[in-house]
């Protein structure tokens, strides 16, 4: 078993301090994700009012109403009430975040890799007396993180969490099983919007290790450092060992596991792991994402759905918005 470097990690008691009855809002980026969130956010407009959005490049002939920026300090000087980070992992997404924490603004993100990388920033949210939530960064549209909140409020003990949370390995793996080489089967993920242009996250587990870091905080009140968690590339398959597994009824997933052990400590990796093909695990494909959640008591919760991707992602990042909003909490 490989130890695991803990990060501080403390919440402190959660007072939401109140705010105004019509929210302000900043959207950072506007790509595939917060270009969906913009359009949901125009069905709540009693609720929230779009003060600004941060892009790259100007942008020009956009609503009036909204100041369409490129710094993103500038958007800060709105005065916004909420934060809707949207960007890469970037040192802009980093330090976006961090300003929103100190000037007390609340935050709906979906970035997995600062979050994890950065949980201070939660830390410090809560004693500020806003909100730091991040739904969307675990599963997409498939409600993992909400999942493991409302199991540990209602009293269970999670014993280990299991499953896929990586739609590109899917997707690459797939193809894998087709006879397809790695690098096409990457350049096909990539056209098919799954892979980044540097797909090496999706591709060496880094993307499900900070996955498992950010469930390991709901789960068992435990912030690993996401670096430290082992994970196996999927360059370390041959694909004709994928293709070979898939002929004799296996499928090779990229599996993401957390358990707790007996001494108390969790264990958490990211492995390459053929399973039968009637396996629940074996079954997603392509962006789809399942999750096996189980409970000391013995219940067992499986989820099941579409885990990246403009709908399901917006969706869930819109979530966490009417869940501030019907709360009062804004």
Known sequence: MTQLAALDFELPSHNVR?????????????????????DGLAEMSEAVEVAAVVTRRPRAGKDGRTAWLTDIRDAFDTGPD????????????????????ERGIHVVSANKAVIARRPDLEVRARRKGTRFVYSAAVGGGVPVLETVI????????????????????????????????FDEAIAAAQAAGFAE?????????????????????????????????????????????????RENGLRYRQLAELTRLEDGTIDARVSLTALPEDHPLARPENEENTVEIVCESGLKVVLHGKGAGRSPTAGAVLADIRDLVEAGEV
């Open 82 to 101: 909420l934060v809707i980070e949207g960007l890469p992992d970037c040192p802009a997404a980093e330090k976006a975040l961090e300003l929103a924490v």
């Open 18 to 38: 109140p705010l105004r009855t019509r929210l302000r809002a900043v959207l950072l980026g506007c790509g595939t994700v917060n270009s969906g969130v913009l």
């Open 150 to 181: 409302r199991l540990t409020s209602a009293g269970e003990r999670i014993a280990r969490v299991r499953g896929v949370l990586n739609g590109t390995s899917n997707f690459v793996l797939g193809l894998l099983e087709q006879g397809t080489g």
């Open 197 to 245: 242009a540097d797909p090496s996250a999706d591709i060496d587990g880094l993307d499900a290790a900070a996955k498992l870091a950010l469930i390991a905080r709901k789960a068992f009140a435990f912030a690993p450092d996401a670096a430290s968690i082992p994970a196996q590339s999927l360059l370390s398959l041959d694909p004709g060992q994928v293709c070979g597994a």
